[in-house]
Nanobody, 115 residues
Framework: QVQLVESGGGLVQPGGSLRLSCVASVSIIDISAMGWYRQAPGKQRELVAIIPTGGRTNYADSVKGRFTISRENAKNTVYLQMNDLKPEDTAVYYC?????????WGQGTQVTVSS
């Protein structure tokens, strides 16, 4: 099984920044894509950002210009840099990895944006 370990969540004020990290137990060179989803209270899980191997990054419209996804292959890690955070960004953020036809999820990390 593929294991995904997430970190970096926390409580920040509006306008603040956080960087989420997701470390995979496999070489991310060999996978199809990695990304981040989030689930806010009372809402469905939604795509935040995804970075396919050798492909174009994709962001939700609500985070474009504020969030940046990146990969550090040597550390088998995907990051989500979140700037200018807004209260509506409050959610549990989940790392996602796709390897061929299979998808894997991290345990989630809480991000709370509140003054």
């Amino acid at each position: 099984q593929v294991q995904l370990v997430e970190s970096g969540g926390g409580l920040v004020q509006p306008g603040g920044s956080l960087r989420l990290s997701c470390v995979a137990s496999v070489s991310i060179i060999d996978i199809s894509a990695m990304g981040w989803y989030r689930q806010a209270p009372g809402k469905q899980r939604e795509l935040v950002a995804i970075i396919p191997t050798g492909g174009r990054t994709n962001y939700a419209d609500s985070v474009k210009g504020r969030f940046t996804i990146s990969r550090e292959n040597a550390k088998n890690t995907v990051y989500l840099q979140m700037n200018d955070l807004k209260p509506e960004d409050t959610a549990v953020y989940y790392c996602y990895l796709r390897w061929g036809p299979r998808g894997y999820w991290g345990q989630g990390t809480q991000v709370t944006v509140s003054s």
